[in-house]
């Protein structure tokens, strides 16, 4: 964990990312990379893993535009 980094919580992902965070949750279930990091028993997010869920849900949207793929990881 890089201690410069600002940490987020799940729920700061989700609204950063627009999604819901039940959205998000189901992500991490279909096998998207997470964070590894838990402070707590609690997931916590760097700048790195709020990138790759942003592409993510990205190429999901654009898989569900132009009709390629049914979503999933």
């Known amino acids: 964990m ?3 980094d600002p ?3 799940t729920g700061d992902v989700a609204r950063e990312l627009g999604v819901s965070r039940d ?3 189901w992500a991490l279930k ?4 997470g964070p590894q990091d838990r402070i ?3 997931r916590v997010y760097q700048a790195t893993d709020v990138a ?3 592409r ?3 190429e999901r949207k654009l ?3 132009t009709g390629g793929g049914k979503g999933g990881a």
């Open 30 to 33: 279909m096998g998207v990379p």
């Open 7 to 9: 940490l987020l919580s």
């Open 52 to 54: 790759a869920l942003r």
């Open 56 to 58: 993510w849900f990205n």
């Open 63 to 65: 898989q569900n535009r």
């Open 2 to 4: 890089d201690p410069t």
């Open 23 to 25: 959205s998000l949750m």
């Open 40 to 42: 707590a028993g609690r």
